[in-house]
Nanobody
């Protein structure tokens, strides 16, 4: 059983920073692309950032220059550093990953989400 667990969300003032973490656990053989999505209340889920196993990154325009995605393959963990936060960044942030389990099956997994609220 593979699981993704996020942490690090919370309430922050505009201009502030947060660091989100997401750790995969279970019978994991390899983790490929890891992504962060977000879903504001009442809106569709949107892709925020992607990182490959080799460390190549890609960002949605909304986060370029403010957000940084990184990963620690030894810890099966992906991070999202959120800087210069704005009220419109308020959303539930979800971790997503393509994971190959030891039995050889590769599947796509989601975390449970962590709330980020940007407000004064």
């Amino acid at each position: 059983q593979v699981q993704l667990v996020e942490s690090g969300g919370g309430l922050v003032q505009p201009g502030g920073s947060l660091r989100l973490s997401c750790t995969a656990s279970g019978s994991i053989a390899s983790i490929y692309n890891m992504k962060w999505y977000r879903q504001p209340l009442g809106k569709q889920r949107e892709l925020v950032a992607t990182i490959t196993r080799a460390g190549s990154t890609n960002y949605a325009d909304s986060g370029k220059g403010r957000f940084t995605i990184s990963r620690d393959n030894a810890k099966n963990t992906v991070y999202l550093q959120l800087n210069s936060l704005k009220p419109e960044d308020t959303a539930v942030y979800y971790c997503n990953a393509d994971i190959r389990a030891f039995m050889g099956i590769t599947d796509n997994y989601w975390g449970q989400g962590t709330q980020v609220t940007v407000s004064s």
